[in-house]
């Protein structure tokens, strides 16, 4: 929603691809006010951890992470990927925000982010306010 919402005011977006290529053709056909990076110069076969990777790339290229929902699937959270991305931001000494949400697995999750680093807020606007002074 964010990419589209972007493009549609005029925005440029930079889109960190998991890979290049899935099953023979380009994974994305990019806008002509589209950046697509990825850690692979050539076409590779796509692979679950590509998209880990793929996290680690966005956290890297932000200023800071906003985590607008994160929930756990289970008690183990596996396979979420937001998480990956708080934690390779937190990694990266990036400022991490998490805005609650309420419904089933998402305190489990925020207890997550929270101890891998990141602060939780109540509201977009509590969001602003904390990250303001340190961008």
Known sequence: AAHDSTLKCGGW???????????GRPWHEPHAREAVVSQYVKPV???PWHL???NKLI???SKAVVVADVMCRDLSCNGVGTLYTVAF????????IAIRQEGPGREEAYKLVEKLGGRIVDSLEEAVEVLEPLL
């Open 13 to 23: 977006v930079v889109t960190a691809a998991p890979f290049l290529c899935q099953g």
């Open 45 to 47: 076969v796509s692979a």
């Open 59 to 61: 956290a890297a290229l």
């Open 89 to 96: 931001a937190v990694e990266l000494k990036k400022p991490v």
């Open 52 to 54: 880990v990777q793929r």
